[in-house]
C-alpha cells in the first residue's frame, strides 16, 4: 500500500474573501485564487476559506470546495443542519456550477460533453487520471465564447463556459487536458506547457454561477460573479 506524503506547502494568500450575501442561514463568498478551501495537515497550511470565516461565523462549515488555484463562488452553511441540507443538493446534483475558463489553443467544436471516468493515482499525488476500469463516472459539458490570441505572446487562447454533471476532484482541469486544450497556468495537467504560459500569474479558472435552492426559504438562487480574467 502507497504512503501519500503531501509536501505542498502553500504561499501566503494576501487578497481577502469577499462575502456576497450572508443571512442567518448561510453565505455566498467569492474565494480569492491562491486559497485553500479548508486547512491541511502541514501546520504551515492554516491559512483557508474556513479558517478565515470561522473568526466571524464560529459554527460556519464548508459545504464544497474549490482546489487552491481557483477562485470564484462558493456557499458555505452557518449551522449543520443547513450543511446537510445543502450537501443534500450536491449529491442529488440538483445544484448547478458554471465556469469560466481559459483554454490553451483553438476549439474546434463550440460545444461539446466530456465523458471520462476519474481515479485517483497514489503514485503521483495529488494528481488524477482517466480510468475506464477503476474511475469514477465524470461527465462536463464545455461551451466557447470566444476564441482569441493573447495580446503579448499571441498565445491561442480559448474562452469558455464549463459546466460540470459531477463533482470530482480535478474534473475540469483533466477533462480539458484529455481533450487536447488545458486550462491556462494549470500546473499539474498541462496549462504552463506552451510557449509563452511559463508567466502565467495563477490557474484562469472561476466559479461564476451558482443555482440552488435556499434550505429554508425555499427560494431559488441563482448567484453570479464575473470572472477576473
Request: hydrophobic share 40%.
Amino acid at each position: 500500500m502507497s504512503v501519500i506524503v503531501d509536501t505542498f506547502i502553500a504561499p501566503p494568500c494576501p487578497e481577502k474573501i469577499e462575502i456576497l450575501y450572508q443571512d442567518e442561514h448561510l453565505l455566498l463568498i467569492n474565494k480569492p485564487s491562491g486559497l485553500l478551501s479548508l486547512s491541511g495537515k502541514n501546520p504551515w497550511n492554516i491559512d483557508s476559506v474556513h479558517h478565515r470565516l470561522v473568526q466571524l461565523f464560529p459554527d460556519c462549515t464548508l459545504v464544497h470546495r474549490l482546489d487552491f488555484g481557483t477562485s470564484g463562488l462558493m456557499v458555505i452553511a452557518r449551522n449543520k443542519g443547513i450543511n446537510a441540507s445543502l450537501c443534500q443538493q450536491f449529491s442529488q446534483r440538483t445544484v448547478t456550477k458554471v465556469y469560466s475558463a481559459l483554454l490553451c489553443g483553438h476549439l474546434e467544436n463550440n460545444e461539446g460533453i466530456i465523458d471520462a471516468a476519474i481515479a485517483k493515482d497514489p503514485a503521483q499525488f495529488p494528481l488524477m487520471t482517466i480510468c475506464s476500469r477503476q474511475g469514477k463516472p465524470a461527465r462536463s459539458r464545455y461551451r466557447v465564447v470566444e476564441r482569441f490570441y493573447h495580446a503579448q505572446t499571441q498565445l491561442a487562447l480559448t474562452r469558455v463556459q464549463l459546466i460540470p454533471e459531477t463533482g470530482r476532484t480535478h474534473q475540469l482541469r483533466i477533462h480539458c487536458q484529455l481533450i487536447g486544450h488545458p486550462i491556462l497556468g494549470c500546473d499539474l495537467y498541462g496549462g504552463r506547457l506552451m510557449p509563452g504560459t511559463e508567466l502565467t500569474p495563477r490557474l484562469m479558472l472561476h466559479a461564476s454561477e451558482l443555482h440552488f435552492v435556499h434550505p429554508v426559504s425555499e427560494t431559488a438562487i441563482d448567484a453570479h460573479n464575473a470572472s477576473p480574467f
